[in-house]
């Protein structure tokens, strides 16, 4: 089964920034990683991934603001997010893609919270 350890998350200001990291193992990280993330009474939903190679894509919604990146020699997968806006807040989880979909395994994900 797979594991998932997420952190970073904090409490921090509209126009402020973090990085959120992800510990997985070895077999996962070898697949496209991704985050994800869900608002207090809303489905969780998409926000990026990147692939084995590198290439990383972002939902609308974050473009240009946050940015996805891996480092192979720790299986460790990143968000730094930066001009957080209050819309923002969510509990910030990541996944794998599975074959061709992801996968069904969560992580407990970490909490961001943008509030003045």
């Known amino acids: 089964q797979a594991q998932f350890v997420e952190s970073g998350g904090a409490l921090v200001q509209p126009g402020g920034s973090l990085k959120l990291s992800c510990v997985t193992s070895e077999n996962i990280f070898r697949n496209t990683m991704a985050w994800f993330r869900q608002a207090p009474g809303k489905q969780r939903e998409f926000i990026a991934a990147i692939t084995r190679a590198g290439s990383g894509n972002y939902a609308d919604s974050v473009n240009g603001r946050f940015s996805i990146y891996r480092d192979t020699t720790t299986s460790t997968l990143y968000l730094q997010m930066n001009r957080l806006k209050p819309e923002d807040t969510a509990v910030y989880y990541c996944?794998?893609?599975?074959?061709?979909?992801?996968?069904?395994?969560w992580g407990q994900g970490t909490q961001v919270t943008v509030s003045a």
């Open positions: 996944n794998y893609r599975a074959g061709t979909a992801w996968s069904d395994y």
